[in-house]
């Protein structure tokens, strides 16, 4: 299995600022083809983390301005940026999950989507190691169990896949709320292109 893109930092660090800026060009290396439940649970964890990862720090970077690197001093603010960064992420991938298997079973006539819960909660659990909290893996879990029960995978694909996690970037970044509400159109958007260009990567995987 192709080496992971994870989150596995303790804190945030100024460093991180600089990696996620390379991390807008290596996320779209040519990769392997996706012909197995391994390769599929790989592509979702790595390109979850990487779209949640790259929308909250570019959001925050733009906020902060020239003067980002004052915050580092601000315990309190790099504990939010955590939770943050981790609450994006649960449903970054729940998103992904539903958009992959839901455009498999149209397209490809894949039936078994009892996959979902466990490529979602394997991926949770895996985040123990790297300190993902708890509280945050358990809300995540009951939050895709609500969203399973309704699903509906023939539609799922097509029908706004990854509003939920634009509005949780939306939600949890540690912006002041009267910036926010400002900045709420650019943000969403934010996502959702970035969401497009995993999309086109994906057909391209599974096309074999």
């Known amino acids: 299995m192709a080496l992971k ?3 596995n930092l303790k804190d ?3 460093e991180d600022f600089r990696l996620y800026l390379f991390s807008l060009f290596k ?4 990769k392997k083809k996706i012909k197995n439940i391994d390769d599929l649970e790989s592509f979702i964890q790595q390109k979850s983390a990487w779209v ?3 929308t909250l720090y570019s959001y925050l970077k733009t906020r902060m301005g020239t003067k980002y690197v004052l915050h580092f001093d601000d315990e309190i603010f790099l504990t939010s940026i955590n939770k943050a960064k981790w609450n994006i992420y649960t449903i970054a991938l729940q998103d992904l999950t539903f958009y992959t298997l839901s455009y498999l079973n149209v397209f490809y006539n894949f039936q078994e989507m009892d996959h979902a819960k466990r490529i979602y ?3 949770l659990n895996e985040e123990l190691k790297n300190k993902m909290p708890e509280d945050i893996i358990k809300n995540g879990k009951e939050i895709f169990n609500k969203r399973l029960q309704k699903i509906e995978w023939k539609n ?3 029908s706004w896949p990854f509003n939920e996690s634009a509005l949780a970037l939306y939600e949890w ?3 002041a709320k009267e910036l926010k509400t400002l900045d709420r159109k ?3 958007n934010s996502m959702i292109l970035k969401w497009e260009n995993i999309e086109k990567e994906f057909i391209k995987l599974i096309d074999i």
């Open 27 to 30: 996320a779209f290396i040519p």
């Open 121 to 123: 909660e394997k991926i």
């Open 5 to 7: 893109y994870r989150f």
């Open 52 to 54: 949640s990862q790259v």
């Open 186 to 188: 650019i943000v969403l």
């Open 156 to 158: 799922y694909y097509k």
């Open 12 to 14: 945030i660090k100024l």
């Open 173 to 175: 970044a540690p912006v």
